[in-house]
Nanobody
Framework: VQLVESGGGLVQAGGSLRLSCAAS????????MGWYRQAPGKQRELVAT???????NYADSVKGRFTISRDNAKNTVYLQMNSLKAEDIAVYYC????????????????WGQGTQVTVSS
């Protein structure tokens, strides 16, 4: 299973970006998918997660500005980021906590390669 992120880039403060993460490979289902980020010199932190049933969870720092969603048919998760701030500058990583690839076979803790988000003031 591979996760491939896209949609990062450079945006002015107050602007918006939409990140996408598509899972590929032999996939029967994916449990929780999420977005994490890592700023320079800092540890990776949770941004938002969404379960297969659509239940969401957000970091306090992004509540009201970011929206996570997913398309289970496409095995894709999205992150709509609005009102971006300098504090949002980071590499954003997509994660799938468990991916069912067979009747009783799973892959766990799958990560994408990351996409850079830069916000200019």
């Amino acid at each position: 299973v591979q996760l491939v992120e896209s949609g990062g880039g450079l945006v002015q403060a107050g602007g918006s970006l939409r990140l996408s993460c598509a899972a590929s490979g032999t996939i029967l289902s994916i449990n929780t998918m999420g977005w994490y980020r890592q700023a320079p010199g800092k540890q990776r932190e949770l941004v938002a997660t969404i379960t297969s049933l659509g239940r969401t969870n957000y970091a306090d720092s992004v509540k009201g500005r970011f929206t996570i969603s997913r398309d289970n048919a496409k095995n894709t998760v999205y992150l709509q980021m609005n009102s971006l701030k300098a504090e949002d500058i980071a590499v954003y990583y997509c994660n799938a906590d468990s991916v069912r690839i067979g009747l009783r076979t799973y892959e766990y803790d799958v990560w994408g390669q990351g996409t850079q988000v830069t916000v200019s003031s």
